[in-house]
């Protein structure tokens, strides 16, 4: 592991593995003594290592008796294709829409082929409009060849 980040993340991975509720509840200022950090660490951590474009969903409560509650947001009933299409609302920025196809590639929705071609399809380069009507219609392309390949 290559830091301090890889090490919490490897962390927070291990404890939603073992619970079987997908869910965990974190206390921030425990978390950043454990790893002897700043909290501010352990919130970089979260937001982007545990987003929704990888499959997680987070409440956060701040103040004294403030929580980090992480789950998983694709559940064995529901296809992580699906998933990512209920996730995506009005629009979609270029780096959600990678993230999303990657996670898509990794939880091995799609091929290596068919993630080349999606990342061609979303990218700013295929998309020649103004913003912010790229995020919109890149989330409609998005959501319409996700549709399409889980039929």
């Known amino acids: 592991m290559s830091g301090i ?13 073992e619970e079987e509720s997908r869910c ?16 501010s660490q352990i919130n970089y951590v979260i937001s982007t290592r545990f987003s929704p ?7 956060s409560k ?14 064995p009933q529901t296809s ?15 780096s959600d ?3 999303y196809i990657k996670w898509l ?3 091995g929705s799609i091929d290596e082929k068919g993630t080349a071609i999606m990342l061609a399809a979303v990218s700013d380069r295929s998309l020649s409009i103004s913003q ?6 890149r989330a409609d392309i998005l959501k319409n060849m996700l549709a399409a390949i889980q039929e």
């Not at 294709?81 to 979609?92: A, F």
């Not at 912010?132 to 219609?137: C, F, M, T």
Request: net charge positive.
């Open 53 to 59: 474009q990888r499959g997680y969903a987070v409440e």
């Open 62 to 75: 701040r103040g004294g008796g403030g929580y980090l509650r992480i789950r998983r947001i694709s559940s």
């Open 5 to 17: 980040s890889d090490k919490i993340e490897a962390f927070i991975t291990a404890l939603l593995e």
């Open 132 to 137: 912010p009507a790229k995020d919109i219609l």
């Open 80 to 94: 992580p294709i699906r998933t990512v299409i209920e996730s995506i609302d009005g629009s979609v920025s270029a």
């Open 105 to 107: 590639q990794k939880s």
């Open 24 to 39: 965990i509840d974190l206390k921030r200022n425990e978390l950043a003594g454990i790893f002897n950090c700043v909290p």
């Open 97 to 99: 829409a990678e993230a």
